[in-house]
Nanobody, 123 residues
């Protein structure tokens, strides 16, 4: 049984920083990309960053230059360093399979979604 556990969210003022972590447990053998997704209330889940098993990374335009994704294959963890946070970054953040790097298109390609970690950017 695969389990993804996200942590590190919180309430920060605009311009603040947070470091999110995701730990994978169970039979996660992912030779493809892993990514961070976010979902704001009333919006669809979107991919914000992904990291291949090697060094390739992808960032959505809205976070480019502000977020940095990293991956530790040996420990089955991925992290998202977020800086210069904006109110529009407020969402629940999840990690999951990102397939080729730009997200997955089939429901069955995703691991079971974790609970996510809430990020709120507000003064």
């Amino acid at each position: 049984q695969v389990q993804l556990v996200e942590s590190g969210g919180g309430l920060v003022p605009p311009g603040g920083s947070l470091n999110l972590s995701c730990a994978g447990f169970g039979s996660i053998i992912n030779n493809g990309a892993m990514g961070w997704y976010r979902q704001a209330p009333g919006s669809q889940r979107e991919l914000v960053a992904s990291h291949s098993r090697e060094t390739w990374t992808y960032y959505a335009d809205s976070v480019k230059g502000r977020f940095t994704i990293s991956r530790d294959n040996a420990r089955n963890t991925i992290s998202l360093q977020m800086s210069s946070l904006r109110p529009e970054d407020t969402a629940t953040y999840y990690c999951n399979n990102a397939c080729s790097g730009y997200g997955c298109y089939e429901v069955n390609d995703f691991y079971p979604w974790g609970q996510g970690t809430q990020v709120t950017v507000s003064s």
